[in-house]
C-alpha cells in the first residue's frame, strides 16, 4: 500500500492473503429494488462462522504468525454476530480488535474493509502486523506489516477527524438524496448531463483538480489554460494540483432559486494560497453562517444527476482547523 504523494513509499506490505467461498443465500436484492434484504443474524454467524476461522486459520499459517502477534483486527461483515465471531477466532489480544465504525459510519458495503484499513493505518506503528477480515458471500483475509515510513506518509485528516467532522442531515433530505422519496425538484429546467468528450480531454482538471501556473509570470489560473491571463504567454504552463491547497471565500452568494435537491445553494468565489481564483459551490455549510474571510477546503462530490448519468466535481468545504 502506497501513498499519494509523488515519491509513493510504501506505507504497509501484504505479508499472507486467503480466500474461502460457499454458496449460501444469505442477502439478495431484485433487480429495481430500492435496498437489500438477509437473513436474521443467527443464520449469518452459523454461516460465516467456519469459513472466517478457516480463511483466518490459513493466512496466519501462511504468514508465519499468531493470533497474538496482531496488532489490529479488522472485520467488515453484514452481519455483528458473525464479524464477533471472526474477530474471536484471530486469537488476537482484546485491545487489538478495532471498532469496525457502523455505530459512527454505518455499513459501507464494499467500501467498509479499506475504511477501516484506513482508520488502523492513521494509529498504527511501524511494524504492526494488520489483519483484515471482509465476510461476503465468502470470507477473504489479509495480514499487512506497516513499515518505517508510515509515520511521514499519513492521510493528512484521519478518518476519525473526518467521521468527528460530519454535520447532521434531516431525515427527509437523507431519503431524497437516496433516492428512496421523491420530491417535487426545483421548478427550473432540468441540468444537462455531461458530456463524455470534454470531461475525458479535462480529465486532470475534472478529477484532479489540476490547474497550471503561468512559467513567465507565475499567475496560477484555475481552469488550466494555454494562454496566460496577465502576460498572454502561450502554451507556458505547469500543472499545479489545487485538490490540497485551502482558500478564502472572497466574496459568495445564497442562490434559493437555483436548482438544487438541497436548497438553498451557496455559491463562493475562492482565493487560494499560494495564487489563483475559482468560483465554485460551498457544501456541508449553514447558508447562515457564511462569512466572507472564511477559509475552505476542497471536497469531491457529486454535483448532480442528469438523464441517469452521475456528475462529479469539485465543491469546497469549510477548513475544520482553519
Known amino acids: 500500500m502506497a501513498s499519494g504523494d509523488g515519491e509513493t513509499p510504501v506505507l504497509a506490505e501484504p505479508i499472507a492473503a486467503a480466500s ?5 443465500l444469505e442477502r439478495w436484492r431484485v433487480p429495481g429494488d430500492p435496498a437489500s434484504r438477509q437473513w436474521e443474524e443467527r443464520f449469518g454467524e452459523h454461516a460465516y462462522g467456519p469459513l472466517a476461522e478457516a480463511a483466518i486459520a490459513s493466512a496466519l499459517k501462511q504468514a508465519g504468525v499468531t493470533g497474538g502477534e496482531l496488532a ?10 458473525a464479524n464477533k465471531r471472526a474477530a474471536a477466532a484471530a486469537g488476537a489480544k482484546p485491545e487489538a480488535l478495532g ?3 457502523t455505530g459512527s459510519v454505518g455499513n459501507t458495503g464494499a467500501a467498509q474493509a479499506g475504511l477501516l484499513l484506513a482508520d488502523a493505518l492513521d494509529r498504527a ?25 508510515l509515520a511521514r506518509g499519513r492521510q493528512p485528516v484521519p478518518v476519525a477527524k473526518q467521521v468527528a467532522a460530519g454535520g447532521k442531515v434531516p431525515y427527509a433530505t437523507f431519503l ?3 433516492g428512496f422519496l421523491k ?8 441540468p444537462q448531463a455531461p458530456a463524455a468528450p470534454p470531461a475525458f480531454r479535462a480529465e486532470a482538471w475534472k478529477f484532479g483538480f489540476t490547474g497550471s501556473r503561468c512559467q513567465a509570470c507565475g499567475t496560477r489560473h484555475l481552469p ?6 496577465k502576460c498572454r504567454a502561450v502554451d507556458r504552463m505547469t500543472p499545479e494540483r489545487m485538490a490540497d491547497v485551502p482558500a478564502t471565500i472572497a466574496t459568495y452568494t445564497v442562490d434559493r432559486l437555483a436548482y438544487s435537491l438541497s436548497p438553498p445553494v451557496v455559491v463562493g468565489v475562492l482565493d487560494f494560497e499560494g495564487g489563483g481564483r475559482f468560483t465554485c459551490e460551498l457544501t456541508d455549510v449553514d447558508p447562515a453562517a457564511v462569512k466572507i474571510g472564511n477559509r475552505v477546503e476542497m471536497t469531491f462530490r ?9 456528475n462529479y466535481f469539485w465543491k469546497c468545504k469549510p477548513l475544520r482547523n482553519p
Not at 474461502?20 to 449460501?24: G, L
Not at 502486523?129 to 489479509?142: K, P, Q
Not at 457529486?302 to 452521475?310: L, W
Open 20 to 24: 474461502v467461498t460457499a454458496e449460501f
Open 72 to 81: 489490529s483486527v479488522l472485520v467488515a461483515g453484514p452481519h455483528g454476530r
Open 99 to 101: 471498532d469496525d465504525l
Open 125 to 149: 506503528q511501524a511494524d504492526d502486523l494488520i489483519m483484515v477480515v471482509s465476510l461476503a458471500d465468502g470470507c477473504d483475509v489479509t495480514i499487512w506489516r506497516t513499515t518505517a515510513k
Open 176 to 178: 431524497t438524496w437516496r
Open 183 to 190: 420530491r417535487e425538484p426545483p421548478r427550473r429546467p432540468d
Open 224 to 229: 488550466p489554460t494555454r494562454v496566460c491571463l
Open 302 to 310: 457529486r454535483i448532480m444527476t442528469a438523464h441517469s448519468v452521475h
